[in-house]
């Protein structure tokens, strides 16, 4: 009798992993019928802090952003309405992590979404979930790391174990962000730039076509599907903005823009265009700071 139970659970577990599995497995049917959302928090010791979408299908990066914050809902909101004006559409679902940086992200889709009659119409236009189920972006995450921050990642820890820099100094920390900000927005563009021009290889997944990222989005027919955005009244984004949406401008708070602008204008500094130039500049402008 023992042996027969530990044989049927055994049988059953089989069946349970088994549907878990398929459960796992991903699907998405066309550009803009999915995206996914997630921050990467690999860069935040150092203040530095990047979020993105990528598009379930096509697996092109809609959006990735660095600023001083991952988790404010309003920042998250505007980068998804940048591309939402864009696009003049939405995706049919978007999924995120469980998280109040998401909140704003949701009420918007949702609203947007609220008068469609598809099965993921309002509320089921975006569903949490945990990074397991948010594997697109996840996976995309390696990727990331592998190709451009773990340079980053090391140059800043360099720094730091040099004693160029104490996450404890507040002059330090900004001076960072100021210097090093904008030129590591331009490498992340030029990172996406280059994923989304590149040829994705064919696989036995078949809801991972082979192809350029670009034109698997822009030219669904090509693989026989189509898109799912779905379109969006001007008016409408005009409300989303102005209710759930924060400027992502301030990157360094005025008062030290200020006076690195004054430094920089006494000495005929520019701002930096490289990690080198960046790092020249960071290294100037605390030695000024000092002797004031």
Not at 47 to 58: N, T
Not at 97 to 109: L, P
Request: hydrophobic share 35%; glycine share 6%.
């Amino acid at each position: 009798m023992a042996e027969n139970v530990r044989g049927c659970v055994k049988s059953r577990d089989s069946r349970v992993s088994l549907l878990s599995l398929r459960r796992r497995q991903y699907h998405s049917k066309g550009p803009n019928y999915i995206w996914h959302i997630d921050g990467y928090d690999k860069l935040k010791p150092y203040g530095f802090c990047v979020h993105g979408a990528i598009d379930g299908y096509s697996r092109r990066i809609m959006w990735l952003e660095v600023g001083r914050s991952n988790n404010n809902p309003r920042l998250i909101a505007s980068y998804f309405l940048d591309c939402v004006k864009e696009l003049v559409g939405v995706p049919r679902i978007i999924r995120g992590d469980q998280g109040t940086e998401n909140v704003n992200v949701a009420a918007i889709q949702r609203f947007f979404r609220y008068d469609d009659q598809d099965d993921f119409a309002g509320e089921k236009s975006f569903l949490y979930g945990r990074s397991v189920s948010n594997q697109r972006i996840e996976a995309w995450w390696g990727f990331l790391r592998r190709s451009d921050t773990e340079w980053w990642i090391n140059f800043f820890k360099d720094l730091k174990d040099q004693g160029l820099y104490n996450e404890t100094d507040l002059f330090q920390v900004e001076c960072l962000l100021f210097c090093f900000m904008p030129v590591l927005q331009d490498e992340l563009r030029r990172v996406v730039q280059e994923w989304n021009l590149h040829k994705i290889r064919p696989s036995s997944d078949e809801s991972s076509p082979p192809g350029r990222p670009e034109t698997l989005y822009f030219l669904p027919e090509l693989t026989g599907t189509s898109s799912y955005l779905n379109n969006i009244k001007a008016i409408d984004i005009y409300v989303a903005e102005d209710v759930c949406c924060e400027s992502p401008d301030t990157d360094v708070p005025d008062t030290f823009a200020e006076l690195a602008q004054i430094i920089m204008d006494q000495k005929g500094l520019e701002m930096p265009s490289s990690p080198q130039s960046a790092l020249n500049l960071y290294l100037e402008l605390l030695s000024s700071i000092e002797d004031i």
